[in-house]
């Protein structure tokens, strides 16, 4: 199982921005997808997940900015990114996990700069 991010590149501060996250070969339908990001100096952090029930959850700094979804027949993860701000530049990473498995995709960078 291979998971392809893309979306990302260079936005101003104010502006939005889609990732994608396919999933190549087979994988269980029930799993859990989700973004996470890693900034220079910084430890890699959640961003936002969902679970194969549509329940998601986010981190309290992309609230209400941030929206996660899914689309399983096309085994593909999004997160729609808006109101964009410097400190959301980052390296963003896509996982797919259950019990059995945890995949991470190669990651997609983001950069939020005037």
């Known amino acids: 199982v291979q998971l392809q991010a893309s979306g990302g590149g260079l936005v101003q501060p104010g502006g939005s921005l889609r990732l994608s996250c396919a999933a190549s070969g087979t994988i269980s339908s029930i799993n859990t997808m989700g973004w996470y990001r890693q900034a220079p100096g910084k430890q890699r952090e959640l961003v936002a997940i969902i679970t194969s029930g549509g329940s998601t959850n986010y981190a309290d700094s992309v609230k209400g900015r941030f929206t996660i979804s899914r689309d399983n027949a096309k085994k593909t993860v999004y997160l729609q990114m808006g109101s964009l701000k410097p400190e959301d530049t980052a390296i963003y990473y896509c996982?797919?996990?259950?019990?059995?498995?945890?995949?991470w995709g190669q990651g997609t960078q983001v950069t939020v700069s005037s």
């Open positions: 996982k797919h996990w259950n019990i059995h498995y945890t995949y």
